[in-house]
């Protein structure tokens, strides 16, 4: 719980949500707005877009939600048949205006924007080296880093460049670009983080990090790009190049399924919300209980939850209310309410809990601070036992790939065991499933990145990691 | 779905929430503050809190949401032990500050603030009566009207001449008031709106619109302010006067248990949660379906939806994806989205509902403009079968006591009857408790009021309930 | 010298600027625009202006300077060929937004607005008449009380209750209203603030505080509305009411001619250009010096130190820049720059200064703070002697008619004779012209108040003047 | 007069105002605040601050005046003893923060921070270059040129890289630099704009644009900064490196004299008060008249109209007030009040005019809008004869160095001689200053640019000088 502790969820954060947009016959930056506007989950801090029109890239960024960055005044100007589109979560700290996305420059070959999902383990070496070369950066962001390797990269088209740059970036890439006259698309060769491309109405594609986002403008015939793949969209026409070769075994992240994602999403196939209350159903055999109701921990568990239920015959039914007006608050609470250990952003339903044996379902556990309140809080509301189910495996590693789950410090499951972990939130009992498990409900066997439970990262992670933006955090606007 | 289209969920709109502390031992404002966040869901337009300390009456107020209008530095200069708070649903066109609460005024005996849930039907008899006597008045909300009454009347102490006035007050009222050193608290005779007070841990007494507010602050022992009843608080010390007779029978909003009120509210001895469930077990009973899933429209359908799939035996499970990342937007869609009829509030999840019999159940059907366009929804996700199940009779009649459902010519079910909706919506069949199976839901045979199904109304309405507003309109700050 | 040290003048603070229009043929909100715009210097830290369309009043104020509250965004919606403004002087404290004027009212007889500059010696007595009938008051500003009571009074017009309540008012009222089809303006019966109009160019009439602004929107025909007179203006059609017999002697504001109006101004038949070049003639009569330039403390004293040279024959020049981009800063200089008393506000000319005898011309001297540090800026660039001349006499005592000049503790000559002010401030020799020679300056024997020299008030002041105030400003917003 | 007509002074625009600080026992940031603020006269759009404290450089600027950008809570994070400080004047259209200075960068070497005075003539080669070498540029400022070429120079010190890269500027340069632990300002060989350090009261050296602002902070023994040479202070320890050779002849702005410096500074040993009145006297040479009063327009030709009269032997008096509280509006005048021709940011003394010869002051005709309005505003209070006389010759060549006096086209006398410019704004007779008497009056033969006078450049201008601002304005923030 930290100074805005009302709104923890004690939850992973997630980075950025990208979008790209070719509408010939269309105006992009309304597509891309609700877009955009549909993986406000994906980061609530920042957003913007650029557009293009065959002659010039405009922007518009600034921070808040994407309804609160873009009034029709602010997207009005936005014209033209291209569009890209990023939202942003802000770690904290790092709230400068020139860390939102889209980034745009002017290149020798025209203006460039440029978004991203994901984080570079090598980006340390990369600023560095284009500082040797003489470049100065503003910012602390991957974006510049990405963009003016781009704009310095040999190479007769776009495409080209993005091929021989690519390859040199390790770690997590969704990478959306768009250019006077077109947008690209592309994916790191381990595939850490979805992007997903559909067939707009009538003419058209659109990119996005979900296929919620889609969805929501009308896409068909959704399909990932591939890892290593580069899309080229200039009006209709999409090209397709396998720039760098996929890496075996893939990487994608397990916590989309398991947290990030939309529940509507499809990804590898797989439909985010299946796969969640698949992961409940397995948790079941895993980890039974014996229970007079099963409670989802809202809004990520609900699916889990369901099918927790529904595999041992235990009625499902709501335990917490969750307050929906977000909206990050600093004020502190009083020491009597801190005494009390009040969750302000959870009450709970005591005729659902009252003499009851609770199971309750969580997605995952980071630092351990909320769980141990919504155990308080249930036993508060009478339940007589309180067991808790995790829908994935203790999380004892930091994510280096574009999740924000702390450092090792911080993760509890690197300092305590399971029962440790039991003691310290006063369940009765406590049940993670295992990788294996959730590998099954998934269907796979492999291609995906596990590394925060295994510590096995799929590639090799820098020690140094985090010291190039410690040293630049010096230069604040 | 009006300009602000996409965030429109065709549902009623509740006008307020209101909270009171007195709280000896702690800051006030931190408790009012964490009270009123609690009841963001009954006004996210406007938010205020005025403090005493015994001296004077110190206020802050604005257009946002909670979080948004008190930041530290806001909130701190707030000091002393006593607090109310409000929050406001500001109806569309009066976006005026001069009517966000609280209201405080100067008055021979000291400064005098007050907030309120709820409308007068006299209001314009009220504010004539104070402009014959001379007074100018500076907005078009009821607040004004009830302080200037109470500043002009005549009493030893705030008891009395807020003895004096009630009686005159037509309508639904749940009031707090603030002075320099004391609070207090009134319902109207016949209880439209919810009140209830609660103890504070240490010291002091909680009065809020709902339980969950007062829970968030810590508060036990919770009690319902009677009909008629005034509460006197100082310090410590509570003193509950009956100064008006209850009217019999009562009149609290059905709405409430239905749809406005958060699920873990209790109010007339009835948890919200629980009465929604059985508002579906009801309804599964009078109008059931052959299905093969049960689906809630989110949020506020979930319990209804599960104790609707319980009693049949059918599988309850989501269908629906809601943006959470709430936020008016004014931005237009395109003509192909419009085009498409796309829902950008709402995607599918098209696993749960692909060549399935669907019954989707939701809380009310307002203006008809929503519930078309989820059927479409369901349907192009692949449902065979679209079953619409309304918690509630069909809505005739406007409200005339705080909730803002619209005009007769708005509300769908004052123009065609339940057939001609069927059709209008598209649904394969529709069906809305009646009004005696909902009563028995909540296991009441009198003491609603369900006007806006009956078209009874427990008072009397003046025919020019709007004139004044629409007069006064013309005063624009 | 307070916490905004950096800007202030030490000189007095006059409170508002009026303007009144009736264009039947324009668009008056632009003309009370512009003519406001020309009001600045009477009013820096808030505007608002109110117009009506012959059914509707409709209102736009906030906090800064005229082109800081109206962007066309705001004024464009103002429509209608009515219009009042008013530019405000904010008192230390009092920022509130409930204070700025105009202020606008619902009435029994239709909407009014009223904006006025001046003080009220009895609002005390008023305000507390108001609150014993039953009024609620929202703010300590007089404009409050003369709305309520205008909307208590009794009469068949606008005409008839103002006639019926002005005479109430005791001390300075320069008034305008505002009603859904007509203006009005009238001045106290004393005559302690200007109030002037004129006729528009094609068709209707304007009312303003000073000529300057009338003349910028192209008024002809300059005329001041008389003490005690009332005028009412419907489209082109003006009357005029004298309402209460002018009191003799009258008693115009003498510091308008020394210090507040505007140059250009035209008052009582006298240029204030003229009456402060006279000013400076005389004061070279009554206190000559030996010296070899006179110089101005910028902007108003440069036509009396024109004057005091030409009578002298000593050359005129100008010693002091002035930085001009107003603003308040709320920065505190560091302990070196306070430690070299450094003016911020002012550089000085040494090649005008550099071994000279020195006559620094000012208008007044309030506090005193300003001028010792502009005395040690003149000497540091080298002059061999500084004489102090002043365009009126010691200021001894507070204004309640308006001028925000101090109370009797910060008044430098409540406290100490002029020998003493000299060797506080370090001049070599140090004139104040005197009250018989100042009105000789002007060409008047009576008809002016000089209580803040003499003391002698026109109208008795309650001992607790500021009383309700204190009082009040436990309400705030 | 364009669209913010009524602040429009048909003057020549100055781009900017420097300042950088060494203070080793003293807040940098506040000494920089001041005197930024004392040169909010070289720009009134935007303003900020980059300080040092040996490690980290930090900064904050912003949109609009000096107290507006700097409040307590953004002036106090800026600690340390280091610190740089711009005001700019921001050209229509290009109203991005994101060429608002300093111009912050990480570099290999460290952060750097950069504001400058000025402007480049090659700046499109140097972008050109700069793209050519990959570097992707973001803003279509010259401070991003210089510090990409500045990070991008090799030298083992950042004295060594500025050294090798100055020779590559042609144009005007007044240079401030930042480091984590010095400051440096350096000057283009011609020294077209002036650039002056000072010495601080206890410890540490300022560098100011102009005189007054080193005065400010109490700076004493001040001292220009040669054309060409190089100073690098850190703390108390000023060393000065002359790392170009001066240019002869220098090309000193002309203009710095005339119109844009505060009359206090000196520049070129010349007292600006004094050039100004000399610049007076010797028009009054050059083209006397025979007139009753001398009026300047205020308020940059007082001096200059003190000078003429004198010299003359006619009273000199104001003829004009001007309303000083600026502030761009952007509310356009009715139609009536445009037919009027009335000036709404001046108003006239009629009282000093009225049947006389006026000859009339002004520093400059540059578009010659306004001197129309003037004039016939003088002879509408009555004057009988209008002479107007200019204390520089006709400006007939833009300026390509800093100073926005608009382009060919829009310079009255680049398109009409001196008789048609006397018809065009309607005066009797009308005077410019030759060259040769304006360098006399200045005392100087040689070393001045006068080419907006006489269309000889002192360094070769690029025909497509605009073209890189154009091409790049398609990306638009």
Chains 1, 2, 3, 4 share one sequence.
């Not at 009851?356 to 556990?365: A, G, L, T, Y």
């Not at 690197?414 to 406590?430: A, F, Y």
């Not at 992670?461 to 410690?470: A, E, G």
């Amino acid at each position: 719980m930290s100074d805005n502790f009302t709104l923890s969820d004690d939850r992973p954060s997630e980075e950025c949500g990208v979008v790209a947009i070719s509408a010939p016959d269309q105006v992009a930056s309304k597509l891309a707005f609700f877009a955009a506007y549909a993986l406000q989950h994906r980061g609530q801090e920042a957003a913007g877009i650029a557009v293009a029109d065959g002659r010039a890239v405009r922007l518009h960024k600034g921070q808040g939600l994407v309804s609160q960055v873009f009034k029709p005044s602010k997207l009005d100007p936005l014209v033209g048949p291209y569009a890209i589109a990023h939202t942003r979560y802000s770690t904290t700290g790092s709230n400068s205006e020139r860390n939102v996305q889209p980034y745009v420059v002017e290149t020798l070959e025209g203006p460039l924007g440029l978004a991203h999902n994901g984080n570079l383990v090598n980006a340390d070496d990369l600023r560095n080296e284009l500082l040797e070369n003489g470049a100065g950066l503003q910012s602390s962001s991957d974006s510049e880093v990405l963009a003016l390797m781009l704009a310095g990269a040999e190479g007769k088209s776009w495409e080209e460049r993005l091929a021989k740059v690519m390859p040199r970036w390790t770690g997590a890439v969704s990478l959306v670009v768009i250019t006077s006259n077109k947008i690209l698309a592309a994916r790191d060769p381990w595939g850490f983080r979805p992007l997903i491309y559909g067939k707009l109405p009538t003419a058209g594609w659109a990119v996005a990090s979900e296929t919620g986002a889609l969805e929501t403008i009308g896409c068909t015939d959704m399909t990932e790009v591939k890892p290593g793949e580069l899309l080229v969209i200039e009006g209709n026409d999409l090209r397709r190049h396998q720039i760098i070769e996929t890496k075996e075994p893939q990487a994608r992240c397990t916590f989309e399924h398991i947290y990030f994602a939309r529940p509507d999403a499809v990804w590898d196939d797989l439909s985010v919300h299946t796969a969640r209350q698949s992961l409940g159903e397995e948790l079941a055999r895993e980890h039974p209980a014996e229970a007079d109701v099963v409670i989802p921990v809202p809004d990520s568990s609900t699916p889990a939850a369901i099918g927790y239920a529904r595999v041992l015959g235990v009625p499902y039914n709501e335990g917490f209310v969750k307050n929906r007006y977000i909206g990050r608050t600093f004020i502190e609470p009083t020491d009597e309410l801190r005494k009390q250990g009040v969750a302000l952003k959870f009450n709970t339903l005591s005729e659902n809990l009252k003499g009851k044996r609770v199971v309750m379902v969580d997605d995952s556990i980071v630092r351990g601070t909320t769980s141990g309140q919504l155990v308080d809080l249930v036993r508060a509301a009478g339940a007589v036992e309180v067991h808790m189910r995790v829908t994935c495996p203790p999380i004892a590693h930091p994510c280096f790939f574009g999740v924000d789950m702390g450092s090792y410090e911080e993760l509890i499951a690197n300092k305590l065991g399971v029962p440790e972990i039991n003691d310290h939130i006063g369940t009765d009992s406590l049940g993670f499933l295992s990788v294996e498990r959730m590998m099954k409900a998934l269907g796979r066997d492999d291609g995906y990145c596990n590394a925060c439970f295994t510590g096995s990262y799929p590639v090799p992670v820098q020690l140094n990691l985090l010291t190039t933006k410690q040293r630049f955090d010096g230069v604040i606007e």
